[in-house]
């Protein structure tokens, strides 16, 4: 019962280099999101996708991109890491529209941009 | 548009102490409530949940109600447990916007013995 999976779960860039996070969900959920979380901000939506092949910016969308080539994965990418995407990244799932259902996250992916 | 305000933290109590952690919202829309829970080095988890006016939520010895007169949904216990350690968040969503989440700042709780 694996749920959603990031992967890595640690890593360190230098300023420049790109880079792909990885999130895989088994729960055959349509929904997908993209956060990142910083001391003192909460967790800011990156980018979401409705169903394979479809992807929208969130309220932080800049610096990212994102593929939903398939169902189960959502990948989110950095062309050129910057010191200020260091952070915290998380990514959810959920079943399908409706507001009354839960997200469930992984358990998050640490990145440091030196 | 969207958002959550949440009492600053950390909150600090001793062992079977009362807990309360305020959250109020604005919303276009009729949200959907959550409080997710953060323990150190994990993800977020569902604690509990309320869909409609005056639901009350519950899990864990976990407690919210949702207050549509004061835009509120606050987060109790009746006796905190060590374990209980951890970041608190309130989260809407609303039924336009594909349900993302809004979130609070989040709410360090820390509990001593």
């Known amino acids: ?114 | 548009g969207d958002s959550v305000t949440q009492m600053e933290g950390p909150v600090t109590l001793s062992e079977e102490a009362f807990l309360t952690i305020n959250c109020t919202y604005t919303a276009t829309g009729y949200p959907s409530l959550f409080w997710y829970v953060q323990y150190p080095g994990e993800g977020l988890q569902l604690l509990l949940k309320a869909t409609k006016a005056d639901d009350k939520g519950s899990n864990k010895g976990f407690e919210a109600t949702y207050r549509k007169e004061t835009t509120s949904f606050h987060l109790e216990k009746g006796s905190v447990q060590v374990s209980d350690s951890a970041v608190y968040f309130c989260a809407l969503a609303v039924s336009s916007g594909y349900s993302t989440l809004t979130f609070g700042k989040g709410t360090m709780l820390l509990v001593s013995p």
Request: proline content about 4%; some cysteine.
């Open chain 1, 1 to 114: 019962n694996a749920g959603v999976t990031q992967t890595p779960k640690f890593r360190v860039l230098k300023t420049g280099q790109s880079m792909t996070l990885l999130c895989a969900q088994d729960m055959n959920h349509e929904y997908m999101y993209w956060y990142r979380q910083d001391p003192g901000m909460g967790l800011r939506l990156i980018h979401y996708s409705v169903g394979e092949g479809t992807t929208a910016k969130g309220e932080v969308p800049d610096g990212y991109n994102v593929s939903r080539l398939k169902k189960q994965n959502f990948l989110l990418g950095l062309e050129s890491a910057a010191p200020s995407q260091t952070s915290v990244y998380f990514c959810a799932s959920k079943e399908d529209t409706y507001s009354n259902q839960p997200q469930h996250f992984g358990d998050g992916t640490r990145l440091s941009i030196l």
